[in-house]
Each structure stands twice: as C-alpha cells, then as structure tokens.
C-alpha cells in the first residue's frame, strides 16, 4: 500500500535551517509528482511547494521563495524539503503528499506529518 | 483570483447524514475539486474527487456512505449514516494553472 513518511521535523531558532524528508513506499514514486504542504496549529491546509516527476518544474507559495528548497531523488524514493532563514510564523505540521493528474492537479496519499517549531 | 469557501461547521445525529458545500468563486463553474477528510490527530485523507458535471471518482477504500456531487459553481460532499469516525475537519481543494493548489478553509463535521 501507498506509504509516505515524513521525518527531520524539530525545534529550530528563528534563522536557522531544518532539511525535511519524505520517504515513499508502495507506488513508483518516480511516475507521480510530489508537494509539501503545512498546517500551523490550529489552522487549515496551506500548500508550499510542488515538484515534477523529473525534478523540474518546481514552485513555490511567495511566503517560502527564495527560503525554501524542494527537491528528490527517484532512485532513493525520497522527497526533501531545505528550509533556511526559519520564522516563527513557519511553525506548522508539515505533510508530503502525491500529485495526480486528472484535468488538474490533486492530491491523493499524504504523510502523517511532522511538527516543525520555530523559537525566537 | 479562485477562492474556495466552506462553512465553519456542520453537524448531524449518529446515522443521519450530513452535506457540505465548497463553493467556487464567481467565473470558476468548470473546475473541479478534490474532498479531504482530517480526523483529529491525524494527517489528511483523500476522498474524491467532484467533477462540474457531479461525476466524482472516489479514493482507495473510501466506502459508499461518501458520495460527491456539482451544482453551479458549488461541489458536495454527503455523508450518509454518519459514523463517530466521520467527526473531523473536511477540506475542498483544487489548482491554478501555474501548479498552484488551494484550499478551502474546512468544514468541523460533529457526530450528535
């Protein structure tokens, strides 16, 4: 079965770096598009970045340009996010999830989720 | 710019059913969205996915009681028999062009 398992979460001061992985299980994870997406406590969803099948295109929500790195290796199954330059306000659960395609984009297997606390 | 807009809360009495609305912005009829259920603690789950014209193509092991349906520029999601297990946070989403997705703000379904 689809599996996805986020790990490298933690406490961090404002300013400082956290490297998120997502280890993917079950499906060929080469075949599917990936996105990180958080949600601060409390709070609803809110999508960051997304990664092709390939590795390109990539982007990102305007809060984490320029911060935040995505990036994966096919032939580790894995998906990683890089956050530099952290902020309290990037506090959040942080969640992998698959990409489908079907007239659009969705997503359909996430992670569990892994906490991300930012300190000043 | 698309917005996706839920209702806070929504509740029902065991076994009854319940149906939440996501409303898509004026100009946005023909999209389609994704349904996604959150259940305290835990990460989200996919249900399914609603079509313009109410076709909706439904998650791995999602059972029956879960059904998707479109009028205008609003998609649904019912619950039918609702369970104890069916309390959680529900969340609409869908895409831009540019790879962007967004998210309704979710709806907190309440078992009576």
């Known amino acids: 079965q689809v599996q996805l398992l986020e790990s490298g979460g933690g406490l961090v001061k404002t300013g400082g770096s956290l490297r998120l992985a997502c280890a993917a299980s079950g499906f060929s994870f080469s075949d599917y598009h990936m996105s990180w997406i958080r949600q601060a406590p409390g709070k609803g969803l809110e999508w960051i970045s997304y990664i092709s099948t390939s590795g390109s295109p990539i982007d990102y929500v305007d809060s984490v340009k320029g911060r935040f790195t995505i990036s994966r290796d096919n032939a580790k199954k894995s998906l990683y996010l890089q956050m530099n330059s952290l902020r309290v306000e990037d506090t959040a659960v942080y969640y992998c999830?698959?990409?489908?395609?079907?007239?659009?984009?969705?997503?359909?297997?996430w992670g569990q989720g892994i906490l991300v606390t930012v300190f000043s | 710019q698309l917005v996706l807009t839920q209702s806070p809360s929504a509740s029902a009495s065991l076994g009854a059913s319940v149906k939440l609305t996501c409303t898509l912005s004026s100009g946005h009829s023909n999209y389609a969205i994704a349904w996604h259920q959150q259940q305290p603690t835990k990460g989200p789950r996919y249900l399914m996915k609603v079509n313009s014209d109410g076709s909706h193509s439904k998650g791995d092991g999602i059972p029956d009681r879960f059904s998707g349906s479109s009028s205008g520029t609003e998609r649904y999601l019912t619950i039918s028999r609702l369970q104890s297990e069916d309390e959680a946070d529900y969340y609409c989403q869908t895409w831009v062009t540019g790879i962007h997705y967004v998210f309704g703000s979710g709806t907190k379904v309440t078992v009576l």
């Open positions: 999830a698959r990409t489908f395609y079907s007239h659009g984009y969705y997503l359909d297997y």
